[in-house]
């Protein structure tokens, strides 16, 4: 037998989150995810799955009967959408304006897709009009792929402006809401977007590691029309709706992998949470806390990497000033005040601080502390 | 705005599992996983998971440095396994003897490979003659996979014997240790296992939704010397692996994707828990419990489906009896005594009930509370 090794019970610091994600968790929602495993068949669990779809349909604004929660991080959530979507051959127009943008070139390169890439520099929103000469370019393209809050950057794109773009020229629309779900503004119906993912750990303040998702009837068509099997066993969602019911959810579920089931006791708070609050005074506590947040980093000298009209509330990207060490203040942030705010990622590394304002984080005692800790740091 | 639905908090009841998983969660684990959420790049988060890794290799019994716990549940690590090892185009053969041999086969298909598949009736385990036969008969197979302990039947294979042959003919093995792991024998390095994947649900006694994965220097290699990109992005244990640092525990972190923080807590506490018991302990802990449900089953003339000398001591397959209506007597367990058992799948769906002793629910309250139920309900 191999030593055993001798490791004490782990005891985490109370930290404040204001990185990019995972954000501070709901007390409420970290006391019901404690409660006491049941079995993912039980029918008492199978009802609690039907109120969180419910509740995943509201905080998305849809009526999509093929809305659930993947049982993995929102990474996994985009590749659902490409897997199930994409097939090998068909070309998606991708918008990369930043990490995750390229993270979905990525996607379509791995399922033996054509990506034609429409680059924005970091910072800036997505173009609608390189979107529709790329539109233009490709009469043959399927899919337009695009991050609606890069959380590489704090930049905002016009979701629905692009979407509208994408119907015209017969495109299904692929959508990384990550980090803007719960946090601005997001309608998938009234916008008309085929498939969209988000994260648990942002603007919903649940624990990290699932990924909300869902499918217009026209995305379903189109997995359902598959002539080729979807590369994933595991994110197979023609298999996994037998456990999630669409459609039919008096109908026998059927067994395809164990849910999480705790995780998703989380995930049903968080989001039970956001329906009391209301989506639309969730969004506009975001903002508020954006606005004292930026008048106060403004007295501080920081500058911010995105333009005010296209600027996330809940993630504020800042340069770093010269001559200051970037991870000399996070530490001095993390170890001093319990702190985190978040390092620059791919182009900004180095470069920018990422502040987020997200969910149960966007509230008036984080941004004093942030700005009050990061005047003593600088200072 | 569509209408708010109205949902109240979820208040599981206080269930006994003892179906084949989620198995009854440590309290301690429920604990743990309670504590307050920090960041997946903090330093004292990053110790914790080189502390993680060494609890993963001591119950895997491996000094393998590519041992982790995969994001997701353990279909996601048999995925993990199947899309990084195995490219398209070479032959696995498939040892199919319950479901998970069957999902194992749709793996390799869905990655491209070829499968060849030895069958087993289901209800026993894997014959290392007909094995043995598959690999002179395919000499260019390039791998072996089968399952150790089959959740669906309750059967245990000679895992040491098959990676014997399997090495004999120049093979490596993939190896589903979802049901064996904490519960039976098990030893990574000195059977030769080249990959291998559990779940945290069921013998360790976690929440659900994590996947310890472990692959040899020789799986490494195989996944380092890929012609192919790993159809997976999220699964791609090369990228993982820059965030859990193989190999170079001092290495800074690169991020991959948000590690699921709460439930890596509890899989912590939970591996803990089986390094303080002494794995050996636990291995003796299922075999005494099963010893002691096996003769009460006996005295209420359950039969076994599986034969004496393979039966997994954690999953215990019975008949169920002529004219005793399956679905009745698994609600009424469930409704008035608040004790889950599970149903049959596959082939054994309505033909059997399987009864858990997993972990923490392997112990003598459990056992004593589901013969009385039993024989109350079937009286």
Redesign the interface.
């Known amino acids: 037998?191999?030593p055993?090794?001798?490791?004490?019970?782990?005891?985490?610091?109370?930290?404040t989150?204001m990185?990019p994600?995972?954000s501070?968790?709901y007390p409420?929602v970290?006391?019901?995810?404690?409660?006491?495993?049941?079995?993912?068949l039980?029918?008492?669990?199978v009802a609690?799955m039907d109120?969180l779809k419910?509740?995943i349909?509201?905080a998305f604004?849809?009526?999509n009967e093929m809305t659930l929660a993947v049982?993995?991080?929102?990474?996994?959530g985009?590749?659902t959408c490409f897997?199930n979507l994409v097939e090998p051959g068909e070309k998606v127009i991708v918008c990369r304006n930043g990490v995750f943008g390229e993270?979905m070139r990525?996607?379509v390169?791995?399922?033996g897709a054509k990506a034609v890439v429409v680059d924005n520099k970091w910072g800036e929103s997505v173009s609608p009009e390189l979107v529709e000469q790329a539109l233009i370019a490709n009469p043959d393209a399927k899919f337009l792929a695009f991050v609606h809050a890069e959380t590489s950057t704090g930049a905002l794109s016009d979701a629905k402006t692009l979407c509208q773009l994408a119907r015209k020229h017969d495109c299904l629309t692929i959508v990384d809401a990550v980090t803007s779900l719960g946090g601005v503004e997001l309608r998938v119906d009234d916008w008309g977007i085929d498939a969209i993912y988000s994260?648990s750990?942002k603007c919903l303040s649940c624990?990290?590691?699932l990924s909300p998702v869902s499918f217009s009837p026209k995305a379903v068509e189109k997995l359902s029309n598959r002539t080729t099997?979807?590369?994933?066993?595991?994110l197979d969602q023609s298999l996994v709706m037998g456990y999630w019911g669409a459609g039919n959810s008096g109908a026998k579920r059927s067994?395809?992998?164990?849910?999480?089931?705790?995780?998703l006791?989380a995930l049903?708070?968080s989001l039970?949470l956001l329906?009391e609050e209301?989506?639309?005074n969730a969004w506009q506590r975001h903002q508020d806390m954006h606005q004292l947040l930026k008048a106060g980093l403004n007295k501080l000298g920081l500058e911010f990497v995105v333009d005010e009209d296209s600027r996330l509330p809940q993630l504020n990207a800042l340069y770093i000033p010269q001559g200051v060490d970037d991870a000399e203040v996070r530490q001095r942030l993390?170890n001093d005040y319990n702190l985190?705010i978040g390092a620059g990622?791919g182009d900004l590394a180095g470069k920018a601080w990422r502040i987020g304002l997200m969910g149960y984080g966007a509230r008036r005692e984080n941004v004093a502390l942030c700005l009050r800790a990061l005047e003593e740091v600088l200072s």
């Open positions: 037998m191999l055993v090794p001798t490791t004490n019970a782990f005891v985490p610091p109370r930290r989150l990185g994600g995972p501070d968790v409420q970290l006391s019901a995810q404690s409660k006491p495993t049941i079995g993912h039980d029918p008492l669990f609690m109120e419910a509740l349909q509201y604004q849809t009526k049982s993995a991080p929102g990474s996994a985009m590749e897997v993270r990525q996607n390169e791995r399922v994260g750990q624990v990290p590691g099997p979807v590369q994933s066993w595991f067994y395809h992998h164990t849910a999480p089931v705790n995780a006791y049903h708070e039970r329906a209301g989506l639309e993390l985190e990622l």
